[in-house]
């Protein structure tokens, strides 16, 4: 690991930040074989598909990042119902909507959401959120531009995107922050970040952000990995292969970038930045029903 890597951002006075809150978005059954090398057929984990609720300290802006799993699935397309059932059994007996609205809020409410990428188990449903600016990494655009109903059979959804009220983000101008290459100060006041999170899918974007004015820092990680002995270093990511059809199969479009980028994350580790990733089964279950989760929230410091 690297020791040289550039600090981030020190507190300003007044600083802004984001009190950050876990939201229920449903669970995904994941079989760890195909993730990380050396896990057995009998892997298997009931993960969540974590959102988050982020207010802003000043100006009051209220942002989600990931929406999770919508209840009906049938409603993604074929080509996504067909293999929930087959392969990823989902249970969703609350959705990011719901779990707004049993802490108190409305999601007409939100201003912002945030989407790590466009797969299926992280678009949700974007319609109860009637106002909210919706920002994705601009190579997600190809997928859903020819998504479910364009193409029957997508595995993406065209309303991944609402129309008027979508911004592809661009990279040309992001600068580095800490060990990350590519990253961009949203709110122009070192509270959020977006970061350049290439590997995992075209568009893959994570979320750096303050959760306090004394310099303390979250990473949402979103699906930079799916397993925590990847995120420890302890294990590698898998490539599967299919022996009769010589097909590669890998939980990320770019294996080496993945790899690069999960490097990147731990030296954010490494400088005291806690790390939560989209399906963290084991943080899920140490705080599944607890004060981490909306309308509570999770603490602006010391372990997660």
Request: with cysteine; proline share 5%.
């Amino acid at each position: 690991m690297s020791t040289n890597t550039t600090p981030l951002p020190a507190p300003t006075a007044n600083q802004a930040y984001f009190d950050v809150s876990a939201l229920e978005a449903g669970h995904i059954q994941l079989s760890a074989k195909m993730y990380v090398t050396g896990a057995g057929d009998d892997e298997k984990d009931l993960a969540p598909s974590l959102s988050f609720l982020l207010r802003h300290s000043n100006a009051k802006a209220r942002v989600v990042f990931d929406l999770g799993l919508r209840k009906d699935i049938e409603a993604y397309g074929p080509g996504v119902a067909e293999i929930i059932k087959k392969w990823f059994p989902v249970d969703i007996p609350q959705d990011v909507a719901e779990s707004l609205r049993k802490g108190g809020l409305n999601p007409s409410e939100i201003d912002y959401v945030i989407l790590s990428h466009v797969h299926w188990d992280h678009v949700g449903d974007h319609s109860p959120f009637t106002k909210a600016q919706f920002i994705l990494g601009e190579g997600g655009k190809q997928h859903v531009e020819n998504g479910y109903p364009k193409n029957p059979e997508a595995r993406y959804l065209q309303s991944t995107a609402p129309e008027g009220r979508t911004t592809w983000v661009t990279y040309e101008s992001w600068k580095p922050i800490g060990p990350f290459e590519k990253g961009h100060d949203f709110f122009g006041d070192g509270s959020l970040y977006l970061i350049d999170a290439f590997g995992h899918l075209h568009g893959h974007i994570n979320v750096l952000v303050r959760t306090n004015a004394t310099g303390d820092w979250l990473y949402l990680a979103g699906d930079s990995c799916h397993h925590a002995k990847l995120l420890t270093g302890e294990g590698e990511i898998a490539e599967l292969h299919d022996h009769a059809t010589g097909e590669r199969m890998c939980a990320h479009v770019d294996k080496a970038k993945a790899e690069d980028h999960l490097r990147r994350i731990r030296e954010a580790g490494a400088l005291g930045v806690r790390v939560l990733l989209a399906h963290d089964v084991q943080w899920w279950q140490r705080n599944k029903g607890g004060d981490a989760y909306w309308p509570g929230k999770l603490a602006s410091e010391g372990p997660l």
